[in-house]
């Protein structure tokens, strides 16, 4: 199994990203998916999901607070991708994002999210003002 992330880099305040996730070694539309972010010594969190498994999310997309409005998550099922659009960039918007794939995915218990199996390798994503 393999995610290899695209996409991050450089952009300035109000601009867009599109980030990649291309993976391989499994089924694509069998398993659920996340984008998470992470901040220098803090813990990774998730941004936007779907999953069909579990009830709360099912039939629709999950966006944090945050992002919620401003980024996109879809997938090209043809091509094994799933894509995070990251509109109306802003300076806290700079993190290490990353894809991650399970079987199932579930809401997080009191703000701590559930293990997931799979991960990208993480891309940069830098914001200036």
């Known amino acids: 199994v393999q995610l290899v992330e695209s996409g991050g880099g450089l952009v300035q305040a109000g601009g867009s990203l599109r980030l990649s996730c291309t993976t391989s070694g499994f089924t694509f539309d069998e398993y659920e998916k996340c984008w998470f972010r992470q901040a220098p010594g803090k813990e990774r969190e998730g941004i936007s999901c779907?999953?069909?498994?579990?009830?709360?999310?099912?039939?629709?997309?999950y966006y944090e607070d945050s992002v919620r409005g401003r980024f996109t998550m879809y997938n090209d099922n043809a091509k094994n991708t799933m894509y995070l659009q990251m509109n109306n960039l802003t300076p806290e918007d700079a993190y290490v994002y990353y894809c991650?794939?399970?079987?199932?995915?579930?809401?997080?218990?009191?703000?701590?999210?559930?293990?997931?199996?799979?991960w990208g390798q993480g891309t940069l994503v830098t914001v200036s003002s």
């Open positions: 991650t794939m399970d079987t199932s995915v579930r809401p997080p218990s009191d703000g701590v999210w559930y293990h997931m199996d799979h």
């Open positions: 779907v999953s069909r498994s579990d009830p709360k999310w099912r039939g629709n997309t």
